[in-house]
């Protein structure tokens, strides 16, 4: 599994994530990656990769798709907490 730390802006907060790619190919020919969102850093034990987006053609296609999936994921959990204020 290929691991790549970025680090996402959402408002005034800045949230270090951690992905993983796995990349499946047939006969050599280019394959699909599968997004995986680590649920901590790849060093500690305790991390989990959790599956969250598959069928990318491209290394750099995937960790774009990755980032604007959990960017707006954590838009959601923001806009939740600010309505239960």
Same mark, same amino acid.
């Given at each position: 599994?290929?691991?790549?730390?970025?680090?996402?802006?959402?408002?005034?907060?800045?949230?270090?994530?951690? @992905?993983?790619?796995?990349?499946?190919?047939?006969?050599?020919?280019?394959?699909?990656?599968?997004?995986?969102?680590?649920?901590?850093?790849?060093?500690?034990?305790?991390?989990?990769?959790?599956?969250?987006?598959?069928?990318?053609?491209?290394?750099?296609?995937?960790?774009?798709?990755?980032?604007?999936?959990?960017? @707006?994921? @954590?838009?959601?959990?923001?806009?939740?907490?600010?309505?239960?204020?």
């Amino acid at each position: 599994m290929y691991k790549v730390k970025r680090t996402i802006y959402l408002q005034d907060q800045s949230i270090d994530v951690w @992905f993983g790619l796995v990349s499946k190919n047939k006969n050599g020919k280019n394959g699909k990656y599968t997004v995986y969102l680590l649920t901590d850093d790849p060093a500690k034990p305790l991390n989990h990769a959790e599956p969250i987006l598959s069928n990318i053609t491209s290394k750099d296609t995937a960790i774009r798709q990755g980032i604007a999936y959990v960017k @707006f994921m @954590f838009q959601e959990i923001l806009d939740n907490q600010q309505k239960q204020s």
